[in-house]
């Protein structure tokens, strides 16, 4: 039986599928509690009880319901009705369990609902799913969660704001996230804006063979460092009162999490935090990558499991050496304990080249995927040497490291000497 799209919502097969956009339902404002101006004596606000109402638009000075919101819960509730089981599939984390539960209550639909609930948006990953619905109840300390954020942001933003602005005798906008994360980016300006730097000389020295000594002290006045050069320059040979080596292990980083990946995306890019998670985004809605809003680095066993075919699909060929030095994947980034909702960021294995992805969409994947080889890679192993050497007096030192084994760093390339 063919798809077909209706006003809201798809239907075929026996199945009907609606959607929401975004969040339809809001806490309600100041003014639905009673609380009709800014004045001291209605602070601070707290509803004994908050109420839920669908989302708003502003309209000159005030709010008015969405008229496209509400067709869409006009829509929702009919199906809801008429429906022989519901099953909830908005996005498997706390803000989708939110916006599910909050439809539902406000609708006041009381037909037990089943929580569809994956990482990916494949075809064997709904499928897999489908055939593992939970009740949604299972779910009830998440949107629990969900609800004592969204009621603290009111608390907080709505009582806040009017204080500040009230005593300020102007607008001041203050919320739980967005005031703290102001007063970081201040503080960190007033520092850059307040530092002084103070100059420091130090003496480098090249052997005959071109090795570079540094001086292990600064100075204070150039002339002083001059001194120290002359004097240095003038011996005839070092001696090496101290000499160190040590073999050391670097293991392979993370795997990403967003955070991880929006910071690498700037750092190597310039992306912004908000371009790298809409092209995450869409990655993901394109199934080529697991869900993206993902706060975690790490990765269960039984996904673990899955790792070793998954590096040989084709999507892996740009790094097909690299893979092939893998005998078994590194579980550096495996522990279901640091799982919240969902894991590390992977990619599913479906070809891009059947998505039609180009330029930044490119770039994003392939870091996902280059991430994913050095994360299951063997640790770099290095030899580091360390060596003080005094010269007429003053003393230098000099360091080396030579790769013994490149593990994850062969990823992306590194000298055998560093």
């Known amino acids: 039986m063919p798809t077909h799209k209706k006003d809201g919502f798809y239907e075929g097969n026996g199945w009907q599928v609606t959607y929401a956009f975004g969040h339809l339902i809001q806490l309600a404002m100041p003014e639905n509690y009673g609380y009709n101006s800014w004045s001291k004596g209605n602070l601070p606000m707290v509803p004994r009880e908050f109420i839920m109402i669908p989302r708003q638009k502003k309209e000159g000075k005030t709010y008015k319901n969405d008229p496209g919101v509400m067709k869409q819960l006009k829509i929702i509730k009919h199906l809801f009705e008429e429906a022989d089981e519901i099953i909830g599939a908005t996005d498997s984390a706390r803000e989708g369990e939110a916006i599910l539960r909050y439809i539902v209550d406000y609708l006041g639909i009381k037909k037990p609902i089943m929580r569809l609930w994956i990482n990916s948006l494949t075809d064997a990953a709904i499928k897999d799913g489908l055939s593992h619905l939970q009740p949604d109840s299972n779910y009830d300390s998440l949107f629990l969660a969900a609800k004592a954020r969204s009621e603290a942001d009111w608390l907080v933003g709505m009582n806040a704001t009017q204080a500040c602005s009230i005593t300020g005798k102007s607008l001041y906008s203050i919320g739980r996230v967005q005031t ?62 101290k000499a160190e080596k040590k073999q050391k292990t670097e293991l392979p980083p993370l795997l990403f999490s967003l955070t991880d990946l929006q910071k690498a995306a700037n750092s190597k890019y310039g992306y912004s935090a908000d371009k790298t998670l809409n092209i995450a985004q869409s990655l993901y809605e394109k199934q080529l990558i697991s869900y993206p809003r993902t706060g975690s680095s790490y990765i269960p066993d039984d996904v673990y499991d899955t790792i070793p075919e998954l590096l040989q699909n084709p999507v892996f060929d740009k790094f ?3 893979v092939k030095a893998i005998e078994k994947p590194s579980k550096r980034s495996v522990d279901s304990s640091k799982i919240e909702d969902h894991h590390a960021l992977l990619v599913t294995g479906v070809n891009p080249k059947t998505k039609d992805i180009k330029g930044d969409e490119q770039v994003i994947y392939d870091m996902i995927l280059g991430r994913m080889v050095e994360a299951f890679s063997r640790p770099c192993e290095k030899l580091v040497s360390n060596y003080n050497v005094d010269a007429g007096g003053y003393l230098f030192t000099v360091s080396s490291t030579i790769i013994l084994e490149k593990g994850w760093r062969a990823v992306y390339g590194t000298d055998d000497k560093e």
């Open 320 to 322: 097909r050496e690299c």
């Open 180 to 241: 703290p994360t102001l007063v970081m980016i201040v503080e960190r300006y007033l520092q850059n804006k307040n530092f002084k730097s103070v100059p420091f000389w130090q003496v480098a020295l090249n052997t005959t063979d071109s090795v570079k000594l540094m001086s292990a002290g600064k100075w204070d006045e150039k002339a002083e460092a001059e001194r120290a050069y002359n004097t240095a320059s003038k011996a005839r040979s070092g001696k090496v009162i």
